[in-house]
């Protein structure tokens, strides 16, 4: 009887470590959402930077991220507005935030158009990791004008 409720605690035992590791060694999801806005009302944009970057949602919405050393990132801005001005000066302070380093950089005056209040803006990181070149894309967003700055 002894011999059965040890070899009983083994199995359960093998099973349950087995579950783990399956859980553990499961793939990460492809990478989504990179970007994120901070303050729109401000032109202010976020844009993580990574070296291999990973996002994760957890059934609860809660969100998951992996950062490794920052390389060269090129920040463009895609709009629908036909030739656009837009320069901008991108400021690579290492900004701490609980999802790790990025890159903050203001939107100018000139962006905002009174005549066209539904400009859409889009962010294009290029990257290179390991010699490989690639690029990710923002979804697109708005910019509101704050006259206070």
Not at 4 to 25: D, E, I
Not at 76 to 99: A, M
Not at 107 to 120: I, L, M, S, V
Request: hydrophobic share 35%; aromatic share 14%; charged share 25%.
């Amino acid at each position: 009887m002894k011999f059965n409720s040890t070899l009983s605690f083994l199995f359960t035992l093998f099973t349950l470590l087995s579950a783990c590791l399956v859980v553990h060694a499961a793939p990460a999801p492809p990478a989504s959402k990179l970007f994120r806005i901070e303050n729109p009302e401000e032109g202010d944009v976020f844009l993580p930077s990574y070296d291999i970057y990973v996002h994760t949602e957890t059934d609860d919405g809660a969100n998951s991220y992996i950062f490794k050393k920052n390389p060269d990132v090129l920040v463009t801005i895609q709009t629908n507005i036909p030739k656009p001005d837009l320069n901008v000066d991108i400021i690579t302070v290492p900004y701490r935030t609980l999802h790790g380093h990025g890159i903050f950089f203001k939107a100018k005056k000139e962006w905002f158009r009174p005549d066209k209040p539904n400009t859409r803006f889009r962010i294009r990181a290029s990257f290179k990791v390991d010699g490989k070149h690639g690029y990710v894309d923002s979804s697109s967003f708005y910019l509101k004008l704050n006259e206070d700055n």
